[in-house]
């Protein structure tokens, strides 16, 4: 079974830039996706980022488009995502997640990012 670790979150000033990293174990498929979704306190799971592990399907969160990017390797086996011009907004615990299909049924243990004003 697929396995996901997250790391790379802290605390961050507003307008500064953060790079998480998910790393995966286990077999996969290079159309399955891999995805980030974000969470804060009192508040709905909300899509970031999603990218297929052969690299020919990407997508953003319209909260994130034009500041943040979503990559992945094949030899380190990561899922990465570059975020830049952080606001207070994005303050966060963000997961990784893995879906060969529909449902996002793979997490990880989520790394927490707090921007400061």
């Known amino acids: 079974q697929v396995q996901l670790v997250e790391s790379g979150g802290g605390l961050v000033q507003a307008g500064g830039s953060l790079r998480l990293s998910c790393a995966v174990s286990g077999g996969i498929v290079g159309w399955w996706l891999l995805g980030w979704f974000r969470q804060a306190p009192g508040k709905e799971r909300e899509f970031v980022a999603r990218?297929?592990?052969?690299?020919?399907?990407?997508n953003y969160g319209d909260s994130v488009k034009g500041r943040f990017t979503i990559s992945k390797d094949k030899v380190k086996k990561t899922v990465d995502l570059q975020m830049n011009s952080l606001k207070p907004e994005d303050t966060a615990v963000y997961y990784c997640a893995m879906t060969p299909a529909t449902k996002w049924d793979s997490w990880g243990q989520g790394t927490q990012v707090t921007v400061s004003s």
């Open positions: 990218i297929s592990w052969n690299g020919n399907n990407i």
